[in-house]
């Protein structure tokens, strides 16, 4: 139990910058983030509707299959324009704001400021 500790005690915590996909150093991590959160807003949805994954494959017009990666976050699947269309489809109009980076941002962004679902 002691080497256990002592293993424990060397093993250094990073604190997250709040966005898991910059932590993990993938490209544009803000636009992977807000297709995450865009599409985790669309499974929040689907849920609350309460449709079962063939009843939104229908609504949505796509296999099951796909319905399947979407409830379970598979990013790879779906780009951002394809998730806008999509809550669309469920009748969920879709906002977008372009304005200027603030002087504090070193680079200009893409984040999802609000989703309603």
Known sequence: M???????EKEKIQKSSGNVFSDL???????V?????????????????????????KL??????????LMNGKLSMFSL?????????????VEIIIKPKTKKEKFATTRVLRLVA
């Not at 985790?40 to 063939?54: C, D, F, K, M, V």
């Not at 949505?60 to 990666?69: A, F, N, R, Y």
């Not at 269309?85 to 109009?93: A, G, I």
């Open 2 to 8: 002691r080497k256990e500790s002592t293993a424990r």
């Open 60 to 69: 949505l017009d796509i296999p099951q299959s796909k319905v399947s990666c």
């Open 81 to 93: 324009d394809y998730l806008f269309e999509l809550l669309n489809l469920l009748d969920r109009s």
């Open 33 to 57: 983030l807000a297709r995450a959160q865009v599409m985790h807003s669309l499974a929040e949805i689907i849920r609350n509707l309460g449709l079962t994954q063939e009843q939104a494959a």
């Open 25 to 31: 150093g993938v490209s544009h991590p803000e636009r």
